[in-house]
């Protein structure tokens, strides 16, 4: 199992002999489906060149912390960004210390202070230097901070030495890169999610939509994305940010929503309806701006179709999620919804509940199948949708 697809991981290489191993470690973590990226510090290019790294990584090796072309776009902010995981193998005794003292005297230490994400190290030393006071108490620092010590070999050194301080082997490293990265249950799998308000055309100045930020859908995106899915998201109107890792296509009426999804359901493993979409839309669309008056305004309206309906009636549908968006009457308007629309599953927020749900980044929501109600309490839409998936894929896939 491919247990670091869609993950990037920058690998920081540091003044070792064993940096020498750095291409295989970065063919390693390839094989278990990760974007590497690579920056070396100036003492592990005494180890290593350049060129290998380039080669095995397909990307450009960062070195130099001043270099201008980088650093006019913020170079090490935006590794910092990029990197799901940092890995630190080998990490020198100089390395362990920069680290655990804060420092950023080079780009990969300012890297580090300049990301929130996951952090693993691998030392690699003489094993006098490994067992030596200052080092461990680096360590424990580093430890207290919850980075992650891949624990070195203990064998015959390049020294000549034998004790504990070899570098890890480099398929134990990827691994247990890819253990941090506890769920996996979605990888392989194709998400299609719909996400964000529908737009329906008054005329050319005017809409009905609602008030749906795209918040929820956009984090079930990063959930299965992390998770290990390849996603397409169909969005309408939205304020949230979008995954880079998506395939994202605009779809701004209920109408090119549902051709959209249509258009793209058929390779899908799982298809996630969490748009707010409009139930009607302007039967007679004004070519022009329609004038104020004192007059009533009367407009005809005509339903949309069911693209949720439409997807659990496919003769090879895919698993089928939907949202329920209720106001009163919750739980049991959601569980007519799990019935007459045939989907596998249905997710119930209150959106009456001005704490969380639209335009929030807060949820509450109830995950209903036939035989089983889950509620999730109040929490960020970021961790909503990890729950969702973890529920998703332990109780239905």
């Known amino acids: 199992m491919k247990t670091l697809t869609n993950k990037n991981i920058l690998l920081g290489v540091s003044g070792s002999i064993a940096a020498y191993k750095a291409p295989n470690i970065v063919r390693r973590l390839q094989d278990l489906g990760a974007q590497v990226r690579v920056v070396v510090t100036q003492a592990g290019l005494r180890f290593v060149t350049e060129l290998s790294l380039q080669v095995t990584s397909k990307h450009k090796v960062h070195h130099n912390l001043w270099d201008k072309e980088a650093e006019l776009?913020?170079?090490?902010?935006?590794?910092?960004?990029?990197?799901?995981?940092?890995?630190?193998?080998?990490?020198?005794?100089?390395?362990?210390?920069?680290?655990?003292?804060?420092?950023?005297?080079?780009?990969?230490?300012?890297?580090?202070?300049?990301?929130?994400?996951?952090?693993?190290?691998?030392?690699?030393?003489?094993?006098?230097?490994?067992?030596?006071?200052?080092?461990?108490?680096?360590?424990?620092?580093?430890?207290?901070?919850?980075?992650?010590?891949?624990?070195?070999?203990?064998?015959?050194?390049?020294?000549g030495d034998i004790g504990e301080g070899r570098l890890a082997e480099s398929l134990e490293i990827a691994q247990q890169v890819g253990a941090i990265f506890q769920n996996t249950a979605l990888t392989g799998k194709k998400v299609l999610i719909t996400l964000g308000a529908t737009v329906e055309a008054i005329d050319p100045v005017r809409y009905i939509s609602n008030h749906s930020s795209g918040k929820m859908g956009s984090a079930l995106a990063d959930a299965c994305i992390e998770?290990?899915?390849?996603?397409?998201?169909?969005?309408?109107?939205?304020?949230?940010?979008?995954?880079?890792?998506?395939?994202?296509?605009?779809?701004?009426?209920?109408?090119?929503?549902?051709?959209?999804?249509m258009d793209n359901i058929a390779e899908c493993d799982i298809f996630i309806a969490c748009a707010a979409v409009s139930d009607?839309?302007?039967?007679?669309?004004?070519?022009?701006?329609i004038k104020k008056s004192d007059?009533?305004?009367?407009?005809?309206?005509?339903?949309?179709?069911?693209?949720?309906?439409?997807?659990?009636?496919?003769?090879?549908?895919?698993?089928?999620?939907?949202?329920?968006?209720?106001?009163?009457n919750l739980t049991k308007n959601a569980k007519n919804k799990?019935?007459?629309?045939?989907?596998?599953?249905?997710?119930?927020?209150?959106?009456?509940?001005?704490?969380?749900?639209?335009?929030?980044?807060?949820?509450?929501?109830?995950?209903?199948?036939?035989?089983?109600?889950?509620?999730?309490?109040?929490?960020?839409?970021?961790?909503?949708?990890?729950?969702?998936?973890?529920?998703?894929?332990?109780?239905i896939l």
């Open 280 to 289: 009607y839309y302007i039967k007679n669309i004004e070519k022009n701006k």
């Open 73 to 159: 776009s913020m170079g090490h902010i935006e590794l910092a960004k990029w990197a799901d995981v940092i890995l630190i193998a080998p990490a020198s005794a100089n390395t362990l210390a920069n680290l655990a003292s804060g420092k950023a005297n080079d780009l990969l230490s300012s890297i580090v202070l300049a990301s929130d994400c996951p952090m693993l190290v691998a030392p690699a030393m003489n094993q006098q230097m490994y067992a030596a006071e200052y080092v461990q108490t680096n360590l424990s620092k580093l430890i207290k901070r919850q980075v992650a010590v891949i624990q070195p070999d203990n064998g015959e050194q390049a020294c």
């Open 227 to 261: 998770a290990g899915a390849k996603v397409t998201l169909v969005h309408g109107n939205i304020s949230a940010h979008l995954n880079q890792k998506a395939t994202a296509i605009s779809a701004l009426s209920a109408g090119e929503m549902y051709q959209t999804v």
């Open 338 to 395: 799990l019935k007459n629309k045939g989907c596998d599953a249905i997710i119930l927020n209150d959106i009456s509940n001005l704490d969380f749900g639209f335009k929030s980044d807060e949820n509450e929501v109830l995950f209903l199948t036939e035989k089983k109600s889950i509620k999730i309490e109040k929490n960020s839409k970021k961790k909503i949708a990890r729950k969702i998936v973890e529920i998703l894929s332990s109780n």
């Open 295 to 328: 007059k009533a305004l009367t407009l005809a309206l005509a339903p949309t179709k069911d693209i949720l309906k439409a997807v659990c009636q496919l003769s090879q549908k895919p698993l089928c999620i939907g949202f329920a968006a209720e106001t009163e």
